[in-house]
């Protein structure tokens, strides 16, 4: 192992060890040719095969040179993989430097015990598939995508492919009592790797099975070595554990089959099945959807007057449509029921539900906030976790950052004058966005989408005894009522649809 503070080829200042192992060892290093301060840093990849033979040696220089090529030749077409800086040879020993990335691996988002929405699952699996179509037309299989070989970027939120294999094949090369060299390691992770790529005959259609398989973790919480097998077809056993549409459901079965001729060939295959999956509805006007989604809530005589509503909304609907709806008209996809007992996104962040307290000295402080929290040193903006307390409206926020913007999963917690305790949910860009719910101080609830900080879309008004007024929500109001999803609601609220908007036929 290299002592901290050697600096190879007069230029790669080792700062402190990631890794070691049989083959080799891992640093983080500086540049020191970059004029900079600090100096930008970077990885650099020690390979020492322990049997110092020449035929092994002659091999594993082969296969090193290998992965310097991969890197040279997709780093030139795709920026998310790792650059590749130098590799140079010394006294048997190999030498590769690459890009640091600046992030965290995927087994820091994908938990088990914590599954993920469909949605969610279905971005990832595009991020990773976008990448690999790159890899693919080069005709280069990655044979290791797994959750710790997948970086998340903390500069641009970006997923990273890492680790293409060389390395694990150089630590596996060993000498027979012939003397010919042969690898006693198949690359692959236990899980994430099919029976052809088992039996040392990987094909890009294994990568696909190991997305595949990521996804299957991810919306199951379930590791894929803990997954069952069918006996018979060796299918994985998983749908269910998992509440998804048919359609998903088909594009992952086809990209895990167990026999490779069945499954998606290639990256790009995969992701066109994936990106057909989610089709993009047609859109409504305003007073269409307005129709379509109204509901009526009444406390009392809800028979009756449910009844003079429907003629009352009938009428108006055919005295202002000349032309009757065509039958055959397709009806968009709804948006999935927001109810009290719904799993929303951030639900499962149990960190957000108990947000730490500040101690000791801020990060960054402004004359506006006080910020606890990951910085990062180059950009000096915030990136991941991070607390935000405002000094003047004494707003405090807990949760995630990106590009020093609140984008992620948060907390956000009012002043005390305020009509609402806290918001926990989606954010992007600093505005609250996605999916989450408004905790009243008076015990009531919104639960469901926002858009711009608004309560926008379908969501569920809770009451504190439990009862529920659900719906379209504009501009934070109920649709058809007087109801705001931010407000204490007044008395008469609940009838102010029901006799205020009536008018003659």
């Not at 290093?29 to 990885?43: G, M, Q, Y």
């Not at 790529?197 to 259609?205: E, F, I, R």
């Not at 990106?402 to 956000?412: E, I, Q, T, V």
């Not at 659900?470 to 609220?493: H, Y």
Request: aromatic share 8%; proline share 7%; hydrophobic share 30%.
């Amino acid at each position: 192992m290299h002592p901290l503070g050697t600096v190879l080829r007069s230029r790669y200042k080792i700062i402190h060890p990631l890794g070691s192992g049989g083959f080799g060892e891992t640093y983080l290093a500086e540049d020191l040719d970059i004029p900079t301060t600090p100096k930008p840093k970077c990885v650099v990849k020690h390979l020492k095969p322990q049997n110092q033979s020449e035929g092994l040696l002659k091999i594993a220089k082969g296969l090193f040179n290998r992965e310097a090529e991969i890197l040279y030749r997709l780093d030139n077409i795709h920026n998310q993989v790792p650059k590749l800086f130098a590799h140079f040879e010394e006294n048997g020993e190999f030498y590769l430097v690459q890009e640091f990335i600046d992030g965290h691996n995927l087994s820091k988002e994908i938990i088990a015990g914590q599954p993920w929405g469909e949605a969610e699952v279905k971005k990832l699996l595009r991020d990773v598939l976008e990448v690999l179509v790159f890899i693919h037309q080069q005709s280069i299989i990655h044979r290791d995508i797994k959750p710790q070989n997948i970086m998340r970027r903390h500069q641009d939120g970006k997923i990273v492919l890492i680790d293409f294999g060389a390395v694990k094949e150089i630590k596996g090369l060993e000498t027979n009592t012939q003397g010919l060299v042969t690898s006693s390691i198949l690359i692959g992770t236990n899980g994430y790797m099919p029976d052809e790529q088992a039996n040392g005959k990987p094909k890009l259609s294994s990568d696909v099975y190991a997305v595949g398989m990521l996804g299957i973790q991810a919306l199951t919480g379930v590791p894929p070595q803990n997954l069952p097998e069918d006996p018979v077809t060796g299918e994985i056993i998983w749908r269910d554990r998992a509440n998804v549409s048919d359609r998903f459901v088909e594009v992952l079965t086809n990209m895990v089959r167990s026999h490779f001729s069945q499954r998606y060939q290639t990256a790009a295959e995969a992701l066109q099945a994936l990106t057909q999956s989610t089709p993009s509805p047609k859109p409504k006007s305003d007073r269409q959807r307005s129709q379509s989604n109204r509901k009526v809530m009444v406390t009392g005589g809800a028979v009756l007057l449910g009844c003079i509503m429907s003629l009352y909304m009938v009428s108006k609907y055919f005295a202002q449509s000349p032309t009757p709806p065509n039958p055959q008209a397709v009806t968009p996809k709804p948006l999935p029921t927001i109810n009290k007992f719904s799993q929303l996104p951030c639900d499962s962040d149990q960190q957000l539900s108990s947000p730490p307290t500040a101690t000791g000295n801020p990060t960054h402080e402004t004359n506006v906030y006080k910020y606890y929290g990951q910085i990062n040193p180059k950009t000096k903006e915030a990136n991941g976790k991070g607390l935000m307390i405002f000094k003047k409206n004494q707003f405090q926020y807990y949760g995630d950052f990106k590009n020093n913007k609140r984008s992620g999963c948060g907390r956000l917690s009012y002043p005390v004058k305020s009509n609402i305790n806290y918001y926990l949910g989606q954010f992007e860009n600093d505005e609250l966005q996605g999916l989450g719910y408004l905790k009243l101080r008076n015990g009531n609830e919104y639960r469901g989408n926002f858009v711009k900080s608004k309560c926008q879309g379908k969501g569920v008004y809770i009451y504190a005894d439990k009862t529920e007024q659900d719906g379209i929500w504009r501009e934070d109001k109920l649709e058809g009522s007087d109801l705001l999803c931010n407000k204490e609601p007044s008395a008469s609220s609940m009838l102010t649809i029901s006799f205020l908007s009536l008018k003659p036929f």
